[in-house]
């Protein structure tokens, strides 16, 4: 798995998927759930921690189901669209709104999982309605296994949506823009770009932003204000950079990521008396 992380850290799958159609992904779930099999979905890893000694079950990627067509001001896009695929698609087209998303290292599933977000943007703001599937057997069976669901019902929270509490399986997403001149949206994400590139460690191998910002603080500004910028456990290190991001600065194993994670949750408490919690998702077999 370290081969789809964005922190190039993990183990083997027992089983690995790559569906490129609608009907392939009922078989893999229908499959998964005959079989008794654990599965989990995977787009482009980005927020995710795989264990060292991989995943159990049946990991579905997402990456051959990729595809993206324009309605008017509307742009339609499967959960395996890359972000920067989908914002570059919607800059051509002169379509703006999702000029804050260009930098995400993520797919639109996992966009859309997480609301994810940056400078003042959120996926909600954006997002017109969803297709996904409910993976039990009775539901992707029936004659119309696709459920529509409208902006409302997403439920969406801080990094948090329905398809995470209800358990859906993203499948596509169709977003609202505005017109406007392509030559401003492309100087917008490139100052955003530019921006990006200036404060964060995107030279290093990361899961983006490690923990949630606690309410009242800034996550890397109590990760600094403890003296633990630079701090490394293994290879995994606090951003010299950033402190809100974990790098990989060369053979870091998931375990020490997870116990820098640790580290820094204890440290902070013990000295601001502030929960951190994690943005990354830890998978497999911990």
């Known amino acids: 798995m370290h081969l789809h992380t964005s922190y190039e850290i993990g183990g083997p799958a027992q089983l690995y998927a790559l569906p490129s159609s609608q009907a392939e992904i009922i078989r893999l779930l229908l499959f998964a759930l005959e079989h008794n099999v654990p599965w989990m979905v995977v787009g482009k890893g980005s927020n995710l921690l795989v264990s060292d000694d991989g995943i159990l079950g049946l990991v579905i990627s997402t990456d051959a189901y990729a595809k993206l067509t324009k309605d008017e001001n509307y742009i339609s896009a499967f959960c395996g669209v890359s972000l920067k695929e989908l914002c570059d698609f919607a800059q051509e087209n002169g379509l703006s709104g999702l000029e804050f998303a260009s930098g995400i290292p993520g797919s639109v599933g996992g966009a859309v999982f997480m609301n994810a977000g940056a400078y003042g943007g959120e996926i909600k703001d954006v997002l017109y309605c969803s297709k996904a ?68 460690p995107m030279d290093c191998p990361s899961g983006g932003s490690t923990f949630k910002r606690p309410e009242g603080y800034f996550a890397g500004k109590l990760i600094q204000d403890c003296g633990l910028r630079g701090y490394s456990i293994g290879g995994a290190q606090v951003s010299e950079k950033h402190c809100g991001f974990i790098i990989n600065k060369g053979g870091a194993t998931a375990k020490d990521v997870s116990d820098l994670i640790k580290h820094i949750q204890d440290t902070v408490l013990e000295r601001f008396g502030v929960e951190l919690h994690t943005e990354i998702r830890k998978v497999g077999r911990w």
């Open 133 to 200: 599937l409910h993976p039990v057997a009775e539901s992707l069976t029936s004659a119309n296994p696709v459920l529509h669901i409208k902006a409302e019902e997403h439920d969406f929270g801080y990094r948090s949506s329905a398809f995470q509490s209800k358990g859906w399986f993203h499948l596509s997403s169709v977003f609202k823009l505005e017109y406007a001149d392509p030559d401003a949206i492309k100087a917008k994400m490139e100052d955003l770009h530019e921006q990006r590139w200036s404060k964060q």
